[in-house]
C-alpha cells in the first residue's frame, strides 16, 4: 500500500465539496455546458464508483478524465462530445502547470493519453480559436 491520502468522498461531505470544486475548475467548459444537476450526478457518481488515491488537484483532474474514459454514461441533453471536450481540458491544465514539454510528454505517456508536440501545438491552435471566438474564456 502506498502512502498516498485514500478518501471516501461519499462518506465526507466537505471533501465531496472539495473534489467537486477541483473538478469544475480543471474542467470549467464541460461544467457550464452541463445542467447544474446533471453535473452533481456526474462528480457523485465519480465520487462513489472511483476511489481517489490523491490529494493533488491535477490527478483528482486525471482520475476524474480516466473516469469519465471508463464508465461515463451519457444521458438525454448531454453535449455530444463530453469525453473530447473533457480530455482537451485536462491536457490545457497539464499544458498550464507544466514546466517542460518533455515532463508533459512523459506524464501523458504514463496515464495512457496518445500526445506528443504536434497535439499540444493544435490544442493550442484550438484553444487560441476558441478564446477569439468567446467560447472559452478562463
Not at 92 to 107: F, I, K, M, T
Amino acid at each position: 500500500m502506498s502512502d498516498a491520502v485514500c478518501f471516501n468522498a461519499a462518506e465526507n461531505t466537505h471533501s465531496g465539496n472539495n473534489i467537486e470544486g477541483f473538478i469544475s475548475g480543471a474542467f470549467p467548459v464541460l461544467h457550464r455546458l452541463i445542467e447544474a444537476s446533471r453535473w452533481q450526478r456526474l462528480v457523485r457518481s465519480f465520487i462513489a464508483e472511483h476511489q481517489a488515491r490523491t490529494p493533488y488537484f491535477l490527478q483528482i483532474s486525471q482520475e476524474f478524465l480516466a473516469w469519465l474514459q471508463q464508465g461515463y454514461v451519457a444521458e438525454a441533453g448531454d453535449p455530444p462530445f463530453v469525453l473530447e471536450l473533457a480530455h482537451y481540458e485536462w491536457v490545457e491544465l497539464a499544458l498550464d502547470v507544466s514546466e517542460a514539454e518533455p515532463a508533459l510528454l512523459e506524464l501523458a505517456q504514463q496515464h495512457g493519453l496518445r500526445a506528443d508536440t504536434q497535439y499540444f501545438n493544435n490544442a493550442q491552435i484550438v484553444l487560441d480559436d476558441w478564446q477569439r471566438q468567446g467560447i472559452w474564456c478562463p
